[in-house]
């Protein structure tokens, strides 16, 4: 297994037009998790699935945003409407059941909105 | 809610001084898991280390050791003879079934 895979690993895109970008967690792994880091801080949570299940959403996942994890393989997410402060690294990130199991990341999409 | 504080924003030695970075957390469980990870420049978040809450023995591991207090809510982690490799972004970490991320704490280290 090569570990968490992210695509694109970046992507420019117009205001107002929509984007999706694609996760690979590590194959055994039953749980995936979405944030997202703006330069300078660290990453903030957007949501997490246990399988196909999503188990919980931050409030700031707007209703622009939407992920998708079917037969808990590789997730999705969807950005609406993109604004410029959407701009930002997308991370995802996988783990087995457990807090204290460490999660394993992939490299990020890095959003740009111009 | 979960909340980590790093309160170092940037750190620069020069190869082979020893590293401490800071990290304060705030949780209501009683339960709970420590974490450090590392941001390389290529963006890749790395785990390095992990501590639970009911086990307060500090420990080494190579170049790393970390330090668990509960009674002050901290956990710092040390470099020992940083490398000019060691340069990243380090994350404090404090998970709920998701991890709460400090702001990090940017290591430069120079030959």
């Known amino acids: 297994d090569t570990g968490v895979s992210q695509n694109p690993r970046h992507k420019i895109t117009k205001r107002g037009q929509n984007v999706t970008f694609r996760c690979d967690p590590i194959s055994e792994h039953n749980r995936l998790y979405w944030y997202r880091q703006t330069l300078g801080q660290g990453p903030e949570f957007l949501t997490y699935f246990q399988n196909e299940a999503q188990l919980e959403k931050s409030r700031l996942l707007s209703d622009r945003f939407s992920a998708e994890r079917p037969k808990g393989s590789f997730s999705t997410l969807e950005i609406q409407r993109t604004e410029q402060g959407d701009s930002a690294m997308y991370l995802c990130?996988?783990?087995?059941?457990?807090?204290?199991?460490?999660?394993?990341f992939g490299q990020g999409t890095r959003l740009t909105v111009v | 809610a979960q909340k980590v504080t790093q309160a170092q924003t940037e750190i620069s030695v020069v190869e082979k001084e020893d590293v401490t970075l800071d990290c304060v957390y705030e949780?209501?469980?009683?339960?709970?898991?420590l974490f450090w990870y590392k941001q390389p420049p290529s963006g890749e978040l790395v785990f390095l280390i992990r501590?639970?809450?009911?086990?307060?023995q500090n420990e080494i591991s190579g170049r790393y050791s970390w330090n668990f207090q509960k009674s002050t809510s901290s956990f710092n982690f040390t470099i020992t003879a940083s490398q000019v490799v060691d340069s990243a972004v380090y994350f404090c970490a404090l998970n709920d079934y998701k991890l709460s991320f400090g702001a990090g704490t940017t290591v430069t280290v120079r030959a």
């Open positions: 501590r639970n809450s009911f086990d307060e």
């Open positions: 949780t209501r469980d009683t339960t709970y898991y």
């Open positions: 990130a996988s783990s087995l059941e457990g807090r204290d199991t460490e999660a394993f």
